[in-house]
Protein backbone atom coordinates (compact mmCIF):
# COMPACT_ATOMS: atom_id res chain seq x y z
CA UNK A 1 0.00 0.00 0.00
CA UNK A 2 1.56 3.47 -0.69
CA UNK A 3 1.51 6.01 1.12
CA UNK A 4 2.36 9.62 1.97
CA UNK A 5 3.97 11.31 4.38
CA UNK A 6 4.37 15.59 4.28
CA UNK A 7 5.73 17.78 7.23
CA UNK A 8 4.74 21.30 6.37
CA UNK A 9 6.34 23.88 8.22
CA UNK A 10 3.78 27.07 9.44
CA UNK A 11 3.99 30.00 11.61
CA UNK A 12 0.13 30.62 12.23
CA UNK A 13 -1.49 31.46 15.18
CA UNK A 14 -3.23 27.68 16.25
CA UNK A 15 -6.85 29.02 15.13
CA UNK A 16 -5.55 30.31 11.92
CA UNK A 17 -3.80 27.08 11.17
CA UNK A 18 -7.13 25.29 12.16
CA UNK A 19 -9.13 27.67 9.60
CA UNK A 20 -6.62 26.83 7.17
CA UNK A 21 -6.14 23.40 7.73
CA UNK A 22 -10.19 23.74 7.19
CA UNK A 23 -9.91 24.81 3.64
CA UNK A 24 -7.21 22.37 2.57
CA UNK A 25 -9.52 19.79 3.57
CA UNK A 26 -12.40 21.83 2.07
CA UNK A 27 -10.40 22.11 -1.56
CA UNK A 28 -8.95 18.13 -1.08
CA UNK A 29 -12.43 17.02 -0.49
CA UNK A 30 -13.82 19.19 -3.75
CA UNK A 31 -11.03 17.74 -5.85
CA UNK A 32 -10.73 14.18 -4.08
CA UNK A 33 -14.37 13.78 -2.74
CA UNK A 34 -13.22 13.21 -0.03
CA UNK A 35 -15.16 13.14 3.85
CA UNK A 36 -13.21 14.82 6.54
CA UNK A 37 -13.82 15.60 10.56
CA UNK A 38 -11.73 16.63 13.15
CA UNK A 39 -10.33 14.67 16.35
CA UNK A 40 -8.90 17.03 18.41
CA UNK A 41 -6.12 19.22 16.54
CA UNK A 42 -5.95 16.30 13.81
CA UNK A 43 -8.55 16.38 10.60
CA UNK A 44 -9.08 12.93 9.40
CA UNK A 45 -10.02 12.14 5.79
CA UNK A 46 -11.02 9.60 3.66
CA UNK A 47 -12.30 8.12 0.83
CA UNK A 48 -12.95 4.43 -0.90
CA UNK A 49 -9.04 3.70 -1.12
CA UNK A 50 -7.52 6.95 0.54
CA UNK A 51 -7.48 7.08 4.51
CA UNK A 52 -5.23 10.14 5.72
CA UNK A 53 -5.14 12.82 8.38
CA UNK A 54 -3.45 16.04 9.13
CA UNK A 55 -2.28 16.67 12.59
CA UNK A 56 -2.27 20.36 13.64
CA UNK A 57 0.98 21.27 15.84
CA UNK A 58 2.17 24.42 16.81
CA UNK A 59 5.03 24.97 14.39
CA UNK A 60 4.28 22.48 11.90
CA UNK A 61 1.38 19.94 10.29
CA UNK A 62 2.07 16.67 9.84
CA UNK A 63 0.02 15.03 6.49
CA UNK A 64 -0.53 11.40 6.17
CA UNK A 65 -2.39 8.90 4.07
CA UNK A 66 -2.26 5.77 3.04
CA UNK A 67 -3.49 5.05 -0.54
CA UNK A 68 -5.44 1.49 -1.83
CA UNK A 69 -3.92 -0.19 -4.71
CA UNK A 70 -5.80 1.99 -7.63
CA UNK A 71 -5.20 4.94 -6.16
CA UNK A 72 -1.19 4.12 -5.80
CA UNK A 73 -1.16 4.90 -9.24
CA UNK A 74 -1.91 8.26 -8.63
CA UNK A 75 0.44 9.06 -5.88
CA UNK A 76 2.51 11.67 -7.54
CA UNK A 77 -0.33 14.25 -8.63
CA UNK A 78 -2.28 13.56 -5.22
CA UNK A 79 1.14 14.24 -3.24
CA UNK A 80 1.99 17.52 -5.27
CA UNK A 81 -1.83 18.44 -5.36
CA UNK A 82 -1.42 18.28 -1.27
CA UNK A 83 2.12 20.08 -1.56
CA UNK A 84 0.70 22.55 -3.83
CA UNK A 85 -2.62 23.43 -1.56
CA UNK A 86 -0.08 23.58 1.49
CA UNK A 87 1.78 26.12 0.07
CA UNK A 88 -0.83 28.31 -0.90
CA UNK A 89 -2.46 28.17 2.37
CA UNK A 90 0.77 28.57 4.66
Avoid at 44 to 51: A, L, Q, T, Y
Amino acid sequence: MAGIDIIHPHSLPPADARSAVEAVAKKLSERFDMKYGWEGDRLNFSRSGVDGAIALQPDQLHVTAKLGFLLSAMQGPIEAEIRRILAEKF
